[in-house]
């Protein structure tokens, strides 16, 4: 993802396994994001709404894609070891999207799978 300043930060998810609930990344569509909580981390974060059949996606902080349970996480650059794709420097990429993104509302676009979501 681009942000309006010209960083580019990474996303980490799971795969896509037909929109299951908390097993799956969302489909390909367009979304309203909106300023949100992340009770399991106790902190602000931003929701994913409209998603079919699917509720609590949330952007935030995590760096496997095991620390997902079907949401965005967000992080500095992908990684690739032979335990697969990872992310890195979550916290700080996080704060980054947060000082952009965190207080007003926006709309995301999923456009392609390639290997996780673009």
Known sequence: MTMPNGLTLATVERPWLNNQVR???????????????????????VAVTQVP??????????????????????NSEHVYNSNGMYGIDSKRAFDI???????KPFHLSIVNYAGGVL
Request: aromatic share 18%.
């Open 53 to 74: 059949g699917r509720t609590q996606i949330k952007f935030h902080i995590g760096n496997w894609p095991r620390n997902s349970q079907g949401c965005i996480l967000v």
């Open 23 to 45: 097993i799956s990344c969302i489909p390909i569509g367009e979304y309203r994001c909106e300023p949100s909580y992340y009770h399991r981390g106790g902190y602000k974060a």
């Open 97 to 103: 999207f947060m000082g952009y993104y965190g207080d």
